[in-house]
């Protein structure tokens, strides 16, 4: 697939050299434990970066910093002016129509035909005028996405949004992504805690450890990815073993993705 | 059920029989399990209307009444029978005495809720939406909350005289406190991730409050809307009881002086009729607001 057109795309970055994002010395301090500890980041405009990490580690505590939506931080962090988020829940306005959802927050006066355009993009232009109650779990994670995509974000951070879904819903949202992604062009930032996840879609992936990022790896994987090639059995196992997770509980997650057994 | 078993154990020949065909064909278990039909909800369905079928209850307390009355059971001046009240409505009614009385009763309830109505909600928003509002507006109205409202009668009429401003005043305060309290709990009742979200989408304070803090009150402010209503009739019967000239109330009052039990109760039923013709409206309103609503709606 053509993986090379969303690097053509320049970011519209408040401070530009030539990143999307870019994080220094950034710590979170909750009651005195520093959460996120002199974290340093960088993204490329188009790229597509996955975090790994054990629960706790802070993983989702960054994207929210990136967000905006955590303030209580010192050290420097740049980011796009133009930037959406999806949740774990698609949090979506109980009360307005998915349409109206899709438009929420939009600067000027947008129509209706934006936000059907939007949601045709992910395959749900025909609920536009649905209530959310009345959407399946899919459904919804994918109104919440057209609600990121409609912005036209320069970065596009993803918490977990696949974490709530059945696996096969979860299979076809993160194909929908990984189309959109190569459509549209824009940084992504994917916080996960399923390592098949971010290899199926990441260009590097970033595993976090005691507040800051530990290790890093390109994914340099021909796409569309494959679990049952070797390099990508080759290094779930290496990421395995960073977020410590070895031996017989590798196992366990071999069975979970009905992939090969990786032993070294 | 316990008659199969039965015949079965009265036949044990038969059932090792059937066993022992079974086994022979290799599964392991006994006679097959009893099984009952499970009838699809659409073959239940009745045919009688659900709105009729509420209607029963009051209609046989009528009857009821009525046979008591014609009996002698119970005694005119006691309780007039349904019969005589149904005929001396239909005489006040003719007459243009009733009307009138309820046209002055609906004016002092409108706009007794309109002013409770202003102020509760303005009062809300400010200590809903403002740590500083919550501080300086909450303790205070939750202190004087506290205070039953009845008992501000005799204040009122000091301060206010005896015409309309006392009733009204006590119809806007039983309004006010109800449908404070519940704006106030709906605001702060909000999701704080919808909060969040709408942040994230790039909402403003403003917009914020437009679109995620007052939409998710809505719940909370119609049950404070249902909740003030009935307050606001509570108000005007008790504010109608004292020097009123006009109105159900006075009415009533007069009607108390010549053992009129007749009129009293039609003044009565207007009352009820007039507060569920209220609820019947907040219910229609509800029904259109809040249809986004993912609740349980009873089988």
Redesign the interface.
């Known amino acids: 697939m053509a993986t090379d057109i969303h690097r053509t795309v320049t970011p519209e970055t408040a401070d530009g050299a030539g990143a999307a994002v870019r994080v220094a010395g950034l710590v979170r301090s909750f009651d005195g434990r520093a959460v996120i500890d002199d974290l340093e980041l960088t993204l490329r405009p188009g790229e597509f970066v996955a975090l790994l990490g054990r629960s706790g580690c802070g993983k989702s505590t960054l994207l929210r910093v990136l967000a905006g939506l955590d303030r209580e931080i010192e050290g420097e962090v740049l980011v796009p002016r133009r930037k959406a988020v999806a949740f774990q829940a698609p949090r979506l306005m109980p009360w307005k129509k998915v349409w109206r959802n899709v438009l929420l927050g939009l600067p000027g006066r947008p129509d209706r035909g934006t936000a059907v355009a939007a949601l045709e993009e992910v395959g749900l232009g025909h609920r536009a005028d649905a209530w959310p109650k009345t959407l399946s779990g899919g459904e919804a994670q994918r109104a919440s996405l057209a609600r990121a995509l409609v912005r036209e974000p320069d970065l596009l951070l993803l918490d977990e949004p696949f974490g709530a879904l059945d696996a096969l819903t979860r299979i076809k949202a993160q194909r929908l992504v990984a189309d959109l992604w190569q459509q549209r062009g824009c940084a992504v930032l994917l916080v996960t805690h399923d390592v098949d996840e971010a290899l199926l879609l990441a260009d590097r992936a970033l595993v976090m450890e005691d507040g800051r990022i530990a290790y890093g790896t390109t994914v340099d994987l021909p796409r569309p990815r494959d679990i049952s090639d070797p390099g990508f059995t080759a290094l779930r196992a290496r990421l395995l073993g960073r977020l410590g997770v070895a031996g017989a509980e590798e196992q366990e997650q071999g069975q979970e993705t009905a992939g090969p057994t990786v032993a070294h | 059920m316990s008659l199969d078993q039965a015949v079965a154990g009265q036949a044990p020949p038969d059932t090792s029989a059937g066993a022992a065909a079974l086994a022979e064909e290799g599964a392991p278990a006994g006679p097959p399990p009893e099984l009952s039909r499970v009838v699809p909800v659409s073959g239940r369905r009745r045919s009688v209307p659900r709105w009729l079928r509420r209607t029963v209850g009051p209609v046989a307390l009528l009857v009821l009444w009525q046979m008591l009355s014609a009996t002698g059971a119970l005694h005119e001046d006691i309780l007039a029978s349904p019969g005589t009240i149904a005929a001396t409505g239909a005489g006040l009614i003719s007459d243009g005495t009733l009307p009138s009385a309820m046209v002055v009763s609906l004016q002092r309830v409108a706009v007794g809720l309109v002013l409770g109505g202003v102020a509760g909600v303005a009062l809300a928003l400010v200590s809903g939406l403002s740590r500083l509002g919550e501080d300086l507006v909450d303790a205070t109205v939750q202190m004087l909350r506290s205070i039953p409202w009845v008992g501000m009668i005799p204040l009122f009429i000091v301060w206010l005289g005896i015409g309309e401003a006392p009733k009204i005043a006590l119809i806007a305060l039983g309004v006010a406190f109800h449908l404070y309290l519940n704006v106030y709990a709906g605001i702060r009742g909000v999701d704080a991730?919808?909060v969040?979200?709408?942040?994230?989408?790039?909402?403003g304070r403003w917009?914020l409050i437009r679109?995620?803090v007052l939409?998710?009150a809505?719940p909370g402010a119609m049950t404070g809307l249902r909740y003030s209503l009935a307050t606001a009739w509570l108000a005007l019967v008790f504010g109608e009881q004292v020097n009123a000239d006009d109105g159900l109330g006075f009415l009533m009052n007069q009607a108390r002086e010549f053992f009129r039990t007749d009129v009293i109760v039609v003044c009565l039923v207007v009352y009820a009729i007039l507060g569920l013709l209220a609820d019947f409206l907040v219910r229609a309103l509800e029904r259109l607001l809040l249809?986004?609503?993912?609740t349980f709606t009873g089988r």
């Open positions: 991730q919808l969040e979200a709408g942040t994230s989408l790039g909402l917009g679109h995620v939409p998710g809505l249809q986004w609503r993912p």
